[in-house]
């Protein structure tokens, strides 16, 4: 009986040692993607909407259970409204980024991730030839996201976080518009902070991630 519990103990502790840190060179991978699209009708009215998003992201580990690295990301919407009205948004956007992982129990694993992201984008409403207007945007930002992490195999993660628990932005804007003949231009720029304290929900996320072990 003793040596079965003497089995059993060493077995826990070979378990929890497996999975219980993320050595200096292991590699993390991944990629958030999204996909919408969407038609109404109202009537003789048509309204079309759609959309991507894609952003993948790599980082090392510089130090025992600490991870740096970065991404890019490149989103597009459109909206199409029959008989004349087409608005398309498009921006590119990249992040610096630390990840702090600390096991939980077993293979779940809790983390905090603090980062640098900025992007530019430019946003077009053309509402046929009398009317048009264009507004090229640039925003920076500081963030914090806190989440859990899941080994499911041997490189394989899921995770669910919450976007932007904290986060201060500053966005700059530029706008230009063709009304009947008149043209006006115009900017603006501004600090803002955030944060999603009581509207978890609304900033959750899941995803997965790979992460390649060292030693």
């Not at 779940?108 to 409403?125: C, H, L, S, T």
Request: glycine share 12%.
């Amino acid at each position: 009986m003793k040596k079965i519990k003497l089995f059993v103990f060493v077995l826990l502790i070979s378990y929890s040692s497996a999975y219980s840190q993320f050595n200096k060179g292991s590699v993390l991978l991944g990629a958030d993607l999204s996909f919408s699209t969407q038609t109404s009708t109202n009537g003789s009215n048509e309204n079309k909407s759609s959309g991507f998003y894609i952003s993948p992201t790599v980082a090392v580990a510089t130090r025992l259970n600490t991870f740096w690295g970065g991404s890019l990301s490149y989103s597009h919407s459109k909206n199409e409204s029959v008989p004349n009205n087409e608005q398309t948004n498009n921006f590119y956007g990249a992040s610096i980024f630390c990840r702090k992982y600390k096991q939980v129990l077993g293979k779940v694993y809790a983390f905090v991730q603090g980062g640098i992201n900025g992007g530019v984008g430019k946003f077009e409403n053309n509402s046929g030839p009398d009317f048009y207007s264009e507004s090229d945007n640039f925003n920076l930002g500081l963030n914090i996201i806190p989440g859990i992490s899941v080994n499911v195999t041997k490189k394989v993660y899921i995770e669910a976080g919450i976007n932007n628990i904290a986060s201060v932005n500053y966005s700059h804007s530029k706008t230009s518009s063709y009304n009947f003949g008149n043209t006006q231009k115009g900017k603006s720029s501004g600090f803002g902070f955030s944060s999603s304290v009581g509207s978890f929900t609304d900033n959750l996320y899941f995803g997965f991630r790979f992460i390649i072990p060292r030693g």
